[in-house]
């Protein structure tokens, strides 16, 4: 009896020995399982971490290179700031030097219009109303405060200028003589400043200006009245420029 025992004990462990084996496979696999879907998601969560690591160090680079250009643009901004310095330092100079310019140049001016007027004064008397007005216009824009000292300049300059174009043209306009005590119209004609002669409107009187004398001189000859009506068209272009003649010397006029 106790044999049998036995040996249904000895089959009944061998009928077990396969199932647990089979059991301990399976414990075996699925812990295998597990780990695999453990190390899955450590390796997605070390994934993770690179990526998140990849992108502060790539955001770091990028705030590093803005920096060194923050650090360029201010450096940049330094040398500007500098020039711009000694810039406002070199204008302050010449505003400095301009004043003094000024406080030189306008008695300049000053002494200028002066000897304008006594030149006109000295000067062959055509236009005589139109000078005198050009010289008490600037006489009155010198201390003018709203006008530059570079326009004030311009405007003596070109009065100067008209009167030294007066020397090298040919002009003919009417104006008022005044001849003994009366005044007349009359046809004037200038030749630069070699001679200015006249022709009294409505009448055959001619005469011409004694520069030595400072008188008008009347011219008895014909021929003069030609050469004077002659002269007129030149210089208003109604004929052809042409050689004139024009009375100078009283002397030889009046002799003649």
């Not at 200028?112 to 139109?130: A, K, N, R, S, T």
């Not at 001619?206 to 003069?224: A, C, H, M, Y």
């Not at 272009?237 to 003649?256: F, G, H, K, M, N």
Request: contains cysteine; hydrophobic residues 40%; aromatic residues 8%.
């Amino acid at each position: 009896m106790s044999r049998t025992w036995h040996s249904l004990l000895i089959l009944a462990c061998l009928a077990a020995g396969p199932v647990l084996a089979q059991d301990t496979v399976r414990e075996i696999e699925q812990e295998g399982i597990e780990r695999t879907s453990d190390g899955r998601a450590v390796q997605q969560q070390v994934d993770k971490l690179h990526s998140e690591s990849r992108d502060l160090v790539d955001e770091y680079y990028a705030h590093l290179k803005l920096v060194d250009g923050l650090k360029l643009y201010n450096a940049m901004l330094q040398r500007q700031l500098q020039n711009q310095t000694e810039e406002i330092s070199i204008l302050q100079n010449s505003i400095a030097d301009v004043a003094t310019v000024e406080r030189q140049i306008l008695p300049i001016m000053s002494r200028m219009i002066d000897g304008l007027e006594q030149f006109i004064g000295f000067d062959v008397p055509f236009l005589i109303e139109e000078r005198e007005n050009r010289v008490a216009d600037l006489r009155a824009l010198l201390p003018r405060a709203d006008v530059t000292v570079a326009e004030k300049t311009r405007r003596v300059m070109e009065a100067y200028q008209i009167e030294n174009d007066y020397g090298r043209t040919i002009e003919a306009y009417r104006g008022k003589l005044d001849l003994a005590s009366a005044s007349f119209d009359a046809d004037f004609l200038r030749v630069g400043r070699v001679a200015l002669m006249y022709r009294v409107v409505g009448s055959d009187d001619i005469g011409f200006w004694d520069q030595e004398g400072k008188q008008w001189v009347p011219l008895s000859s014909g021929r003069w009245r030609r050469y004077v009506d002659q002269g007129l068209k030149v210089a208003r272009q109604e004929i052809a420029p042409e050689l004139i003649s024009v009375a100078i010397d009283p002397a030889q006029e009046v002799q003649r």
